[in-house]
């Protein structure tokens, strides 16, 4: 049975991207037929081929079923900002809706495990109307947590766990990425959370002076996931 799920994160620059292409990579090893889905992204670079995202690219190819980058990334934006500031700039309106209606074509696909990574944390707008957290709502995805190991997290961490129960939505695991190599009592950071959190601990993924998706998949378990 195909496994769908949402990316979201407890702040921007906390590792979505890499840890998503980590439990991509993870489930490649295997043997299950993967896709990443990055719908809007902001901060694009104009290329021969169109607006490309970095984030979006590193989906594309951690993924074992190759799509377009169209399919990956439907609403790509160029500056690096909000994604509702950049399209209000660039006269565009992003709705939940269309970007629901994006991913259910490219979740057709004969996949195993479908990961659909969000933007910013999980209150990020898309309009005056609405955020991006009724993406998995309207897609009835479980979430994946990915918690940015760094002072202040636990915070963090507990708020936008509690923000995901309140919006009807179950917590289905969390990854403790250390993007602060300086960080005091990581320890005991993650063993307060590991104690607060229902959802089960996929990986601790070290602070990684290169870091690469092959790299994560070492520290993740996606088995949690797949019901084994």
Not at 12 to 23: F, I, R
Not at 99 to 125: K, N, T
């Amino acid at each position: 049975m195909k496994k769908c799920f949402f990316i979201a994160g407890t702040d921007t620059d906390v590792g979505k991207t890499l840890v998503t292409a980590g439990l991509l990579s993870a489930a490649n090893r295997q043997g299950l037929r993967t896709i990443g889905l990055k719908p809007v992204a902001a901060g694009c670079k104009q290329t021969p081929d169109g607006l490309r995202n970095d984030d979006a690219l590193q989906l594309q190819q951690a993924a074992s079923i190759k799509l377009s980058y169209d399919q990956v990334n439907p609403i790509a934006l160029e500056p690096p900002i909000a994604p509702h500031i950049a399209a209000e700039r660039e006269g565009r309106n992003l709705s939940a809706d269309r970007l629901a209606a994006y991913c259910r074509g490219a979740m057709m696909q004969p996949a195993d495990l479908v990961l659909v990574e969000g933007a910013g944390g999980w209150r990020v707008p898309l309009s005056r109307r609405e955020s991006l957290a009724r993406l998995p709502k309207l897609l009835e995805l479980d979430v994946i947590l990915v918690v940015g190991m760094k002072l202040g997290c636990i915070n963090h961490a507990l708020l936008t766990a509690e923000a995901i129960a309140r919006d009807g939505l179950r917590l289905a695991g969390w990854v403790a990425n250390h993007v602060d190599s300086g960080m005091s009592c990581p320890d005991e950071n993650l063993a307060t959370l590991e104690q607060l959190f229902r959802a089960p601990l996929l990986g601790r993924v070290p602070w990684l002076e290169v870091p690469e998706a092959e790299r994560v998949a070492d520290y993740l378990d996606v088995s949690p996931l797949l019901g084994e």
